[in-house]
């Protein structure tokens, strides 16, 4: 089992910036790979960005150059610094961890922590 707490939402400007982190607690030596994940009112959980244990990063489209995803193993936290935010990125930011065991792979989810971003 593996635990997930997202902190640092809050309410920013269009154009600010803002960091969200991510700590894992529980079998986190089991989490290969973990993520950030949004979803705003009426719409699909999407992808935001995500990296693995072996440090290779996937961004979704519109976060490329202006978020950035990193990790602090020695902490089992990871992060999201994301730049120049706008309005329509306002959602509930979700913290997703993946875990690879001999029957399969398992996601874990944080409660999710809320972005809002005033024009």
């Known amino acids: 089992q593996v635990q997930l707490v997202e902190s640092g939402g809050g309410l920013v400007q269009a154009g600010e910036s803002l960091n969200v982190s991510c700590t894992a607690s529980?079998?986190?030596?089991?989490?290969?790979?973990m993520g950030w994940y949004r979803q705003a009112p009426g719409k699909e959980r999407e992808l935001v960005a995500e990296t693995d244990r072996d440090g290779r990063t996937n961004y979704a489209l519109a976060a490329v150059g202006r978020f950035t995803i990193s990790r602090d193993n020695a902490r089992n936290m990871w992060s999201l610094r994301m730049l120049s935010l706008k309005p329509e990125e306002a959602a509930v930011y979700y913290c997703?961890?993946?875990?690879?065991?001999?029957?399969?792979?398992?996601?874990?989810w944080g409660q999710g922590t809320q972005v809002t971003v005033s024009s």
């Open positions: 529980g079998s986190v030596t089991s989490i290969y790979a």
């Open positions: 997703q961890a993946r875990v690879i065991t001999v029957v399969g792979a398992y996601d874990y």
